[in-house]
C-alpha cells in the first residue's frame, strides 16, 4: 500500500506539474513537506543541496531521493514511475504522431521552434543571475560558450567540464575552517560505493557500445552522466550527442517537453522513438531509461551523507565552476541550433522580441506563452511567401 501511494502521489504531480524544474521543487514543497509531512523542511533542503551539486534531472532525482526516504529502492523507483509516466506517454504519442502526420505539425513546428528561441534565451539571462556573479564565472560562461560554438562535440564539453571542476576546486573555494574538515572527512568515508561503482563502469563501458539499440542506450546514458543544471542543459548535450536527429525534430519535441507537466528529461522519449522507428515504443523505452539511471544511481551513492558532502569546500567550489560553464552551454545551444532553426524568416524576429518583451514584462504562464506561440505558427505557415 506504501508504495501504491507513492506512485499515486507522484502520478498526480506528474499530470499537473507544469512549470519546469524549479516549478515541481515548489510542488514537491508543498505537497510533501507542507501537506503530506513526510520529510522536515531540512531534510528537503538538503535533498535540492544535493542535487543541484550531481549531474543528473533535479527536480526528478529529488522525487527519486524522496521516495527512497519512504520506502527504500523500491519507493524511489515508484516515484519515478508516477511522476514521469504522465509526460513520457505525451512525448511517446507526439514522436508517432509527428512521423505519420507531418503535414498537420508544420505550422505547430514553426510556432514550437520560436518559443523555443524565447524561452532558451530567458533561461540564459535567469541562470546567470544565479551562476555568474563574479568575473570568474563570467569568464567560465562565456568561454565555455565560445569553445563549444567553436568546436562542438562531446569531448569539447568533456574537456570544457573537467577543466572548469579543476579550477573551481582551486579558485573557487568557499572557506575553510575546522567543521569543514570534519564533514569532509566524513564525507569521503560514507559514501555508498556499490551505486558509485555501477555508474562509473556504465559510463565507461558506453563509449564501447555496439549494435543500434546499444548505441543508443550509451548515448543518452552519457548524455544524463553529463547534464549538470536541470533541463535545460540537456538541449546542447543532446545536439551534440546525436547526429542523426533533424533540427526540426530535435526543437519540436524540446519545445514541447516545455509544454507538457512533469520532467523535461522525458526529451529523451521522444528522441529515442524518432531514432528508433523501426521499433519506437523500445526506442523510447530505453532512452527513458538511459537518461535517467546515472542521476538516480549518484543520488544512491551519495544521499545518506549529503551534508558533509555539501559543506566540502572544494567540491563547493567544483560546483560553482560547473554552474557557469552550464550557462555558457546554453548559450552554445542559442547560438546554434535554437536561433537559426527558429529564424527560417528574418521578420521572425519581430514575434521573438515581442515574445520576450512580454515574458519579461508580464511573466505569462508558460501555457499561455505556448498556446500563443503554437496559434502564430499555424497562422505563419497560411501565409503566401
Keep these: 500500500m506504501k508504495l501504491l501511494s507513492i506512485f499515486y502521489q507522484f502520478f498526480l504531480l506528474g499530470c499537473t506539474s507544469f512549470g519546469g524544474p524549479a516549478a515541481h521543487l515548489g510542488y514537491f514543497q508543498r505537497h510533501f513537506v507542507e501537506n503530506k509531512k513526510w520529510l522536515t523542511q531540512q531534510q528537503y533542503g538538503h535533498f535540492i543541496s544535493l542535487s543541484q551539486l550531481l549531474p543528473g534531472p533535479g527536480s526528478s532525482q529529488v522525487g527519486f531521493a524522496i521516495g527512497v526516504e519512504r520506502a527504500g529502492l523500491a519507493g524511489g523507483v515508484a516515484a519515478f514511475i508516477g511522476f514521469t509516466l504522465p509526460s513520457m506517454l505525451i ?5 508517432l504522431g509527428a512521423q505519420q502526420l507531418p503535414w498537420a505539425t508544420a505550422g505547430l513546428i514553426t510556432g514550437l ?7 532558451v534565451a530567458d533561461a540564459v539571462l535567469n541562470m546567470s543571475k544565479s551562476f555568474c556573479r563574479s568575473w570568474h564565472t563570467r569568464a567560465l560562461a562565456l568561454l565555455s560558450a565560445g569553445a563549444l560554438i567553436f568546436i562542438p562535440s562531446l569531448y569539447t564539453q568533456l574537456a570544457i567540464l573537467a577543466l572548469a571542476a579543476i579550477w573551481g576546486a582551486w579558485q573557487l573555494q568557499p572557506f575553510k575552517d575546522e567543521g569543514t574538515r570534519q564533514d569532509a572527512d566524513k564525507a569521503s568515508t ?14 565507461i563501458l558506453s563509449f564501447a557500445a555496439t549494435g ?15 547534464v549538470f543544471g536541470g533541463g535545460h542543459v540537456v538541449l546542447p548535450l543532446l545536439d551534440t550527442i546525436l547526429t542523426d536527429v533533424d533540427a526540426d525534430s530535435f526543437l519540436t519535441g524540446y519545445a514541447a517537453a516545455q509544454a507538457i507537466p512533469g520532467p523535461m528529461f522525458t526529451f529523451a522519449t521522444y528522441l529515442g522513438a524518432v531514432l528508433a522507428p ?7 523505452l530505453i532512452a527513458t531509461l538511459a537518461i535517467f539511471l546515472p542521476g538516480f544511481l549518484l543520488v544512491l551513492g551519495c544521499a545518506r551523507h549529503w551534508q558533509a558532502l555539501m559543506s566540502n569546500p572544494m567540491l563547493a567550489g567544483v560546483s560553482t565552476a560547473i554552474n557557469a560553464t552550464v550557462v555558457g552551454f546554453i548559450l552554445a545551444a542559442l547560438y546554434n541550433p535554437i536561433i537559426p532553426a527558429g529564424l527560417t524568416q528574418r521578420w521572425y524576429l519581430v514575434f521573438i522580441v515581442l515574445g520576450w518583451w512580454w515574458l519579461q514584462r ?13 496559434a502564430l505558427g499555424l497562422l505563419l505557415e497560411q501565409l503566401p511567401y
Design 91 to 95: 512525448m511517446l504519442l507526439l514522436a
Design 113 to 119: 521552434k520560436l518559443f523555443a528561441v524565447v524561452i
Design 190 to 203: 560514507g559514501l555508498s560505493k556499490l551505486p558509485l561503482l555501477l555508474f562509473a563502469l556504465l559510463f
Design 212 to 226: 543500434e539499440l546499444w548505441q543508443l542506450s550509451a548515448q543518452f546514458y552519457q548524455a544524463g552522466s553529463l
Design 278 to 284: 523501426a521499433t519506437p515504443l523500445l526506442g523510447a
Design 362 to 374: 508580464f511573466k505569462p504562464p508558460v501555457l499561455m506563452l505556448i498556446a500563443v506561440f503554437a
